[in-house]
């Protein structure tokens, strides 16, 4: 898990102990060593989610969970719709070499890459951009300075899109999912005056998989395709600064994330 050995260190042998796992998952250790033990109790869906992202668990192992702790299987993992899915920039997105996906306008995502599922393992789970950063627990430990660097700007956006767009069903529910989740994320939600844009040109730090270092990268943001989805590149910072130094002006000002002048 991205973050995992920075905060915890290196472990001699696998496996995760129950405070670790009531960490990740956001339950106290005495909730989680309850299940563990078998007890019966009203455990969440939410909860039991959590515990198939950690322990990164198959469709088969995640249904099992749910059978033993519930007695019914848990809904499907949400997905896109297929027809809002273009397959040339899937095709695009799947043979760029990092981390790539594409997302709608409530940021849950249509396309990714293999390289963004190995750094992001939580799109092998979840949908949403949003509800990811600002609520799972996991989010946490891997962004790094998370509520100055990543949540205050990103629910910055959602709040502007939300406002700009109060009747749209989806994007409802999922301010209202991140509120009724998680307490800070609410706070920062409703009481933060921070005034952000979008992601293109931002560089921000991170802990990628196996890794202890801090890793710094640049989200490089094209527009709207169809269906409204835009395409987010995540490139390590180095390779972006080449990229920009390497190319004409007016396409490194893109990737920047500022005006581009038009050529005389």
Do not use: C
């Amino acid at each position: 898990m991205p973050g995992f050995t920075a905060k915890y260190g290196a472990r001699r042998r696998k496996g995760l102990t129950q405070a670790e796992l009531a960490q990740l998952t956001g339950v106290t250790e005495g909730w989680y060593g309850r299940l563990e033990r078998g007890v019966p109790e009203a455990y969440s869906e939410e909860f039991l989610d959590a515990i198939a992202r950690v322990l990164d668990l198959n469709d088969a192992q995640r249904t099992h969970l749910f059978l033993t702790v519930t007695g019914h299987e848990p809904a499907s993992r949400p997905s896109p719709e297929a027809s809002t899915i273009d397959p040339v920039v899937s095709a695009i997105v799947h043979a760029l070499p990092w981390p790539a996906y594409t997302f709608d306008s409530r940021w849950d995502i249509r396309v990714f890459n293999a390289a963004a599922a190995r750094d992001y393992p939580w799109m092998l789970h979840g949908i949403n951009v949003m509800l990811w950063a600002l609520t799972y627990p996991e989010a946490r430990l891997q962004l790094i300075d998370w509520e100055e660097t990543w949540a205050k700007p990103m629910a910055s956006n959602l709040r502007r899109a939300h406002k700009a767009n109060p009747d749209d069903a989806r994007l409802n529910e999922v301010v209202e999912e991140i509120k009724a989740r998680d307490e800070e994320a609410r706070r920062i939600l409703e009481d933060d005056v921070t005034a952000f844009t979008h992601a293109d040109g931002h560089r921000r730090r991170l802990y990628l998989p196996n890794q202890t270092a801090e890793a710094a990268v640049e989200f490089v943001m094209l527009g709207r395709m169809k269906n409204n989805t835009r395409l987010m590149v995540v490139m390590p910072e180095d390779i972006a600064h080449q990229a920009s130094a390497a190319i004409p002006s007016t396409i490194a000002s893109v990737l920047d994330g500022e005006p581009a002048t038009p050529a005389s």
